[in-house]
Every structure is written in structure tokens, then in C-alpha cells.
């Protein structure tokens, strides 16, 4: 038996947006490369190959064993459902829902690096997504100065975050309330930049430096 890798270790560098996908989805899982190709019943020699290879074009039966190996669907691994939102699927049939600790609430929300800002804007009530980082227990986020996530300053706000499973139909949320205060001591903003783990996917010059402190944390789970 091969050595146990921790789950968020990747071996080897992903390419390809198969590749990439795979890798996300068996680290969501805490699997290893070994224990995957095992699931797939493949040779974890060729699991290594789709994962690294752009050029890897598995055949339909092999995408499907592999799929299932990873709880998921064929058109989530190849991509098909990029420009869709999430929850398309059919409700499952005996759906249990619970509601999160906010021990738990505040794991999940650790773990993640985008969320949806809820803000109330000159214009109304606007809901953004952003990265973020979450750092001694507030959310911190880079953004630009005169954004929609910078008009949050001062102000009460909304952030959330989820996880949807398309193929099990399940998933979860967490919904933080508290206020948004801009970071401007330029220590403070050294210290947040070595410590965020998530950067603007926008990218360009975000230097507007922003921190919420959760004073309600709330969350729900769905599952089979």
C-alpha cells in the first residue's frame, strides 16, 4: 500500500482544465491520487497522465467511471456547466436539512476564497462576488476605491458563502453579518497582504483594503 498523501497535497503540476479539474475535486474530497485511480478502477499511472496533460483525451466510458469516483458528473469534469449557475439539478428525493453550528459555520468559511459582498449601495441594495481571505476570524478583501465593494465602508453588510454538489443535489451555506471598516494603517495592511490567501481574480490595482467582523454567523447544510 502506497504512502497516505494529505488531502491537500497535489503531486505534480495540474495542466489543462481536465487536469485541473480533477485535482480540485478529489482534494474536495480528501483523496489521494493512489485512492482515486482505485475508486476509477484505473491505473494511477494514467490518472497521473490526465491530470498533467493537456492533451489528454480520456474515452466517454473513462470520464464516466471517473466521475463517479469523484462524486460527480462528466459535464462537471469537462466543463460543460462553466456558464451556468449552480442548483440546474432536480431536488433529491429524501433531502435532510440541518442547520451549522457557528463552529462549523466559521471552518467553512476558513476554507473558501470566494463570496458574495451584500451591500447597500448609492443605487440600492447590490450583492457582488469577491475574493477574500479570512484572517483572525475577519473577512479581509482587496478591492479598488469607488468599487461597489468599497462603498461596504463604514456600513452593516452581508457576505456569504456555499458549496453546491450538482450531482447529489446537496450542499451548504454560511451567512455572515457585521460591519465593513477600511484598512488604512499601513502596517496593519503589510501584515493582512503576507497573511490573505486569495487575491482578486479581477486582477489590476486593488489597493482599498477591507475587513468585516462577523457579529452574526449562521449556516444550513443539505444533504442526501
Not at 57 to 63: D, I, M
Request: with cysteine.
Amino acid at each position: 500500500m502506497s504512502e497516505h498523501v494529505p488531502s491537500h497535497a497535489v503531486v505534480g503540476r495540474p495542466v489543462g482544465d481536465l487536469g485541473r479539474r480533477i485535482v480540485q475535486r478529489r482534494v474536495e474530497l480528501g483523496l489521494t491520487r493512489e485512492e482515486t485511480a482505485a475508486r476509477a478502477g484505473m491505473a494511477t499511472g494514467y490518472l497521473q497522465h490526465l491530470e498533467e496533460h493537456p492533451t489528454a483525451f480520456p474515452e466517454a466510458a473513462v470520464l464516466l467511471r471517473l466521475a463517479g469516483a469523484l462524486e460527480t458528473t462528466v459535464r462537471h469534469l469537462a466543463g460543460g456547466n462553466v456558464e451556468l449557475p449552480p442548483g440546474l439539478g432536480q431536488a433529491a428525493r429524501t433531502p435532510r436539512f440541518t442547520e451549522l453550528s457557528e463552529e462549523e459555520c466559521r471552518a467553512l468559511l476558513s476554507t473558501h476564497g470566494v463570496g458574495r459582498l451584500a451591500v447597500y449601495a448609492v443605487a440600492g441594495p447590490v450583492i457582488v462576488p469577491v475574493n477574500y481571505s479570512v484572517v483572525d476570524g475577519a473577512i479581509i478583501l482587496r478591492t479598488a476605491p469607488g468599487s461597489t465593494p468599497s462603498q461596504a465602508i463604514g456600513r452593516q453588510v452581508g457576505f456569504e458563502v456555499d458549496r453546491i454538489d450538482e450531482a447529489f443535489s446537496e450542499g451548504w451555506s454560511v451567512l455572515v453579518r457585521g460591519r465593513a471598516w477600511a484598512v488604512t494603517d499601513p502596517a496593519e495592511v503589510a501584515r493582512l497582504a503576507a497573511r490573505a490567501y486569495s487575491k482578486p481574480w479581477a486582477g489590476g490595482r486593488r489597493e482599498q483594503w477591507l475587513r468585516i467582523e462577523p457579529v452574526v454567523v449562521a449556516g444550513r447544510r443539505i444533504t442526501v
